[in-house]
């Protein structure tokens, strides 16, 4: 089975798991399955050059993942700027959107370490205990150490913590920082005595799923055996549904879920299936986000569009009203420098009944075709 945008310079053809989607594992599955963790090194490509979220990056941290993934021979490039093309290359190539480039560094400082740590351990049925790839979690000091979490924050965690470090007083600790435990961001590589965003434990997770480890082939199958337990079959049983993404989701790109889905979910029920797909430019993962500058001249808030849905099932199931064929909702940024100026209507235009061919959303059996 393929995938293709309508412009064939841009089509991609899946792999074979990309078909069977495990909601939003398979961020985590592409985050580990990308070598040595590109995204690290991809924030520094010119091609992401005025990334909203720049304050979070440790630039000489970055400079070191791309020296440590050339070092490694998981990047053939020899200059920086090489090196960082290549890696963001490596992740275009995964599947990720050419939309998501500015992306990935807001992402990569606040998500991407995040899930790779949470989901292993959730698919491999670990505890954090375990410190898996040598990861815990833990309140740190402003230079990164340990410390004792404070009492006030563990007391209002429960109700401004989202459960994915970084979150209230708790970080990502890599147990096996140069010199002791130390916050992953600011830890220190054993293999290559760099602060280079902890390269060796984003290998390690990546060989839970390669199992390219003999020493770590126990973990791997764990983890493996719990992604295959939480696959999807595609099959809605005739029951309606809409799915409505951003097409420059970073966190849980499309390619990853949301279109490999909904080609699965028309093979299995053909002409029965209800189901509609609705892709949204100019959108991405973090509504929460967009009062920061940078999202907010870029991006329209894709709860819009949530909430457009649910009172689009409500109609259809209360009175019969028709569920919006597959299609691609263009929007248009609110642009201007931050603040942006207020949303309105032209940003976030409805859906069609009857969308024009160009922005149709359409499989023939064998191909996804998505519009640009």
Same mark, same amino acid.
């Given at each position: ?37 590109? +995204?690290?090194? %991809?924030?520094?490509? @010119?091609?992401? &050059?005025?990334?909203? $979220?720049?304050?979070?990056? *440790?630039? =000489? ?83 990164? +150490?340990?410390? %004792?979490?404070?009492? @006030?924050?563990? &007391?209002?965690?429960? $109700?401004?913590?989202?459960? *994915?470090? =970084? ?49 770590r082939l126990r973990d791997s199958l764990r983890v493996r ?148």
């Amino acid at each position: 089975m393929s995938a293709s945008h309508s412009d064939s310079s841009s089509s991609f053809h899946s792999r074979p798991t990309d078909w069977r989607p495990s909601r939003c594992g398979w961020t985590w599955l592409e985050t580990v399955s990308t070598p040595g963790g590109a +995204t690290g090194a %991809a924030v520094l490509s @010119a091609r992401a &050059a005025g990334s909203p $979220g720049a304050l979070f990056l *440790i630039a =000489p941290f970055a400079q070191n993942r791309c020296a440590s993934l050339a070092a490694k021979g998981l990047l053939a490039s020899t200059t920086l700027a090489a090196q960082a093309d290549e890696a963001l290359d490596k992740l275009l190539a995964y599947g990720w959107e050419p939309e998501s480039a500015l992306l990935h560094l807001s992402h990569y400082a606040l998500a991407t370490p995040a899930i790779a740590m949470t989901y292993s351990n959730s698919y491999g049925r670990f505890s954090v205990a375990d410190n898996l790839c040598g990861f815990s979690f833990g309140a740190v000091d402003a230079a990164g +150490t340990p410390i %004792a979490a404070p009492a @006030a924050a563990i &007391a209002t965690i429960f $109700g401004t913590g989202n459960g *994915i470090p =970084p979150t209230g007083a708790i970080q990502i600790i890599n147990n096996d920082s140069v010199g002791g435990p130390r916050r992953d961001a600011l830890s220190i590589s054993p293999s290559t005595n760099l602060p280079d965003y902890n390269i060796d434990g984003a290998i390690c997770q990546r060989e839970l799923w390669t199992g390219a480890n003999r020493d770590r082939l126990r973990d791997s199958l764990r983890v493996r055996f719990g992604v295959a337990q939480v696959q999807k079959t595609a099959d809605l049983n005739r029951k309606p549904a809409i799915i409505v993404h951003g097409r420059n989701d970073t966190l849980v790109p499309v390619n990853f879920s949301s279109r490999p889905y909904y080609a699965r979910n028309q093979q299995v029920e053909g002409r029965a299936s209800r189901l509609s797909y609705i892709e949204v430019t100019n959108a991405q993962h973090f509504d929460a986000f967009l009062p920061i500058a940078g999202f907010d001249t870029r991006y329209v808030p894709l709860h819009v569009y949530f909430i457009r849905a649910v009172d689009a099932m409500y109609a259809h199931l209360a009175n019969g009203a028709p569920l919006p064929p597959s299609q691609v909702v263009r929007t248009t940024p609110r642009g201007g420098t931050s603040p942006a100026p207020a949303l309105t209507p032209a940003n976030v235009p409805a859906w069609s009944l009857n969308p024009p061919a160009a922005d149709r959303i359409t499989f023939d059996g064998t191909t996804l075709t998505i519009p640009d």
